[in-house]
């Protein structure tokens, strides 16, 4: 259901950390995460005993992670609730955590978004054994190749398209210092490289990282308080799939059409409004089908922006400027998270090389979980709001 | 309840991890989509292409009916 915002009801952030995407193998998740757990905390000028609540977003890192993380600062005695949603796991705990501030159960709420992926051997995301699709050998990119497949048979679109969104996410990640790929990449070098599952290569594919990242949520009164930058959030939006058993269109994402749309309703914005765009590219169709899900590009002619640059730095919106999680890297449950701390950064003029120029609007978008009979598991969507 | 035995295949991929494997999305006469292994035969494989059922000792997958044509064992009748 729609939640429209009344006055008074504003949820803001106000503290974001993250730590740099990298194969950290000897870290645990809570060495992960206590650094950002301060450093967030710290720039929210916010001190422990100001908590109300704790979500933590995470898909694989056992019973009581955020239990785990908070009590290594002494953050205890309070709400704490683990979340996961696969992709879209640590923005579902901002999702949470924002409604919590909406009910007026806190003033005060941090998220945590952690992930250890170089715990598993290596390849392909481990899914659940229960699903039939999974036993009968489907991984990741192979959902999304199958999509790409489509994608090409039916538009007017190329191998070199889809090398085009590598291309730029990785300029883009050669920006940021908390991107796990930073060298840029060609056209022929994205097309020369392994073949995962075709038609995409393994430089289409988001590489396996760990990574964490914390964000300070705060009420309209809470924020009064305190002297940090701040972003309001216009709109937070969660969608879970819906079953299909029979045809489904994999070039239009239903579940990321339905949560933008609402998200958009939400803040009382158009797609246009939008500076900056974080967009979940796990493998660069992904980003080809979510600007015409999200309305960025009319539907048939997102090859068009990607061709034309309208998609970078000096064009009409910058798609995933931290490199997005091509190139920033895809720590599962804490990607929603650390595209937060992204558009906090972009929105408070403190992206250092990657900045946006005049970035006022931002949305971020995570949407995962290979299911069978649904498009994805889970959608979130949010809009962030420059306060400046 | 039984279903139908041909289709269209809606889209495909060959998955390298581990042994290469062909898997689609096939899209049954009666409306019913499932995942499967693929075989191609001598034709390419192509999106909207027909296809049919077929068992084969302990195995099952999908194949081209235009692939088919020397080999009426998966016919399905």
């Given at each position: 259901?729609?939640?429209v915002?009344?006055?008074?009801?504003?949820?803001?952030?106000?503290g974001?950390?993250?730590?740099?995407?990298?194969?950290?193998?000897?870290?645990?998740?809570?060495?992960?995460?206590?650094?950002?757990?301060?450093?967030?905390?710290?720039?929210?000028?916010?001190?422990?005993?100001?908590v109300?609540?704790?979500y933590?977003?995470?898909?694989?890192?056992?019973?009581?992670?955020?239990?785990?993380?908070?009590?290594?600062?002494?953050?205890?005695?309070?709400?704490?609730?683990?979340?996961?949603?696969?992709?879209?796991?640590?923005?579902?705990?901002?999702?949470?955590?924002?409604?919590?501030?909406?009910?007026?159960?806190?003033?005060?709420?941090?998220?945590?978004?952690?992930e250890?992926?170089?715990?598993?051997?290596?390849?392909?995301?481990?899914?659940?054994?229960?699903?039939?699709e999974?036993?009968?050998?489907?991984?990741?990119?192979?959902?999304?190749?199958?999509?790409?497949?489509?994608?090409?048979?039916?538009?007017?679109?190329?191998?070199?398209?889809?090398?085009?969104v590598?291309?730029?996410?990785?300029?883009?990640?050669?920006?940021?210092?908390f991107?796990?790929?930073?060298t840029?990449?060609?056209?022929?070098?994205?097309?020369?490289?392994?073949?995962i599952?075709?038609p995409?290569?393994?430089?289409?594919?988001?590489?396996?990282?760990?990574?964490?990242?914390?964000?300070?949520?705060?009420?309209?009164?809470?924020r009064?308080?305190?002297?940090?930058p701040?972003?309001?959030?216009?709109?937070?939006?969660?969608?879970?799939?819906?079953?299909?058993?029979?045809?489904?269109?994999?070039?239009?994402?239903e579940?990321?059409?339905?949560?933008?749309?609402?998200?958009?309703?939400?803040?009382?914005?158009?797609?246009?409004?939008?500076?900056?765009?974080?967009?979940?590219?796990?493998?660069?169709?992904?980003?080809?089908?979510?600007?015409e899900?999200?309305?960025?590009?009319?539907?048939?002619?997102?090859?068009?922006?990607?061709?034309?640059?309208?998609?970078?730095?000096?064009?009409?919106?910058?798609?995933?400027?931290?490199?997005?999680?091509?190139?920033?890297?895809?720590?599962?449950?804490?990607?929603?998270?650390?595209?937060?701390?992204?558009?906090?950064?972009?929105?408070?003029?403190?992206?250092?090389?990657?900045?946006?120029?005049?970035?006022?609007?931002?949305?971020?978008?995570?949407t995962?979980?290979?299911?069978?009979?649904?498009?994805?598991?889970?959608?979130?969507?949010?809009?962030?709001?420059?306060?400046? | 309840?039984?279903?139908?035995?041909r289709?269209?295949?809606?889209?495909?991929?060959?998955?390298h991890?581990?042994?290469?494997?062909?898997?689609?999305?096939?899209?049954?006469?009666?409306?019913?989509?499932?995942?499967?292994?693929?075989?191609?035969?001598?034709?390419?494989?192509?999106?909207?292409?027909?296809?049919?059922?077929?068992?084969?000792?302990?195995?099952?997958?999908f194949?081209?009916?235009?692939?088919?044509?020397?080999?009426?064992?998966?016919?399905?009748?």
């Amino acid at each position: 259901m729609t939640t429209v915002p009344s006055a008074g009801d504003n949820v803001y952030i106000v503290g974001a950390a993250m730590i740099p995407i990298a194969k950290h193998r000897n870290s645990s998740y809570v060495g992960l995460a206590v650094q950002p757990l301060i450093d967030a905390l710290t720039s929210a000028g916010v001190d422990k005993t100001q908590v109300d609540a704790v979500y933590c977003g995470h898909a694989y890192g056992g019973m009581m992670t955020g239990q785990r993380i908070c009590k290594e600062v002494g953050l205890g005695g309070i709400p704490t609730v683990n979340v996961d949603n696969a992709c879209s796991g640590g923005a579902s705990a901002v999702h949470e955590g924002w409604a919590a501030i909406r009910r007026g159960d806190a003033d005060v709420v941090v998220v945590i978004g952690v992930e250890k992926l170089t715990q598993f051997a290596g390849g392909t995301l481990p899914l659940s054994g229960e699903d039939r699709e999974v036993r009968q050998g489907i991984v990741m990119p192979a959902v999304y190749a199958m999509r790409a497949t489509r994608y090409l048979h039916e538009r007017d679109a190329t191998v070199e398209d889809l090398a085009l969104v590598s291309v730029k996410a990785r300029e883009h990640g050669s920006r940021n210092p908390f991107a796990q790929m930073r060298t840029p990449v060609t056209v022929d070098e994205v097309l020369a490289a392994r073949m995962i599952a075709d038609p995409l290569t393994l430089l289409m594919c988001c590489p396996t990282g760990d990574g964490a990242a914390v964000v300070v949520l705060a009420s309209e009164r809470a924020r009064a308080k305190l002297s940090a930058p701040a972003v309001r959030i216009a709109a937070s939006v969660l969608h879970s799939g819906q079953v299909a058993e029979g045809f489904r269109d994999m070039t239009r994402p239903e579940i990321t059409y339905d949560s933008a749309r609402e998200a958009y309703e939400q803040a009382g914005i158009d797609p246009g409004d939008l500076d900056v765009v974080e967009l979940h590219d796990a493998f660069a169709i992904a980003e080809l089908v979510y600007y015409e899900a999200l309305g960025l590009a009319e539907p048939g002619r997102a090859v068009d922006l990607i061709r034309a640059g309208a998609t970078t730095y000096g064009g009409k919106v910058v798609v995933n400027p931290s490199g997005g999680l091509l190139a920033k890297g895809h720590p599962v449950g804490a990607s929603g998270v650390a595209q937060m701390v992204e558009m906090y950064w972009q929105l408070n003029g403190m992206a250092g090389d990657r900045q946006v120029d005049d970035a006022r609007l931002a949305l971020t978008h995570v949407t995962g979980g290979g299911t069978a009979g649904l498009d994805h598991g889970a959608c979130t969507v949010h809009i962030l709001e420059a306060v400046r | 309840m039984p279903l139908a035995r041909r289709g269209t295949l809606y889209s495909f991929t060959t998955v390298h991890v581990g042994e290469p494997r062909v898997l689609g999305y096939v899209d049954l006469e009666d409306g019913v989509r499932t995942l499967a292994d693929i075989v191609a035969g001598p034709l390419p494989l192509t999106p909207d292409a027909p296809v049919e059922f077929v068992v084969d000792g302990d195995a099952w997958f999908f194949r081209l009916i235009d692939a088919n044509l020397d080999n009426p064992k998966g016919s399905g009748k």
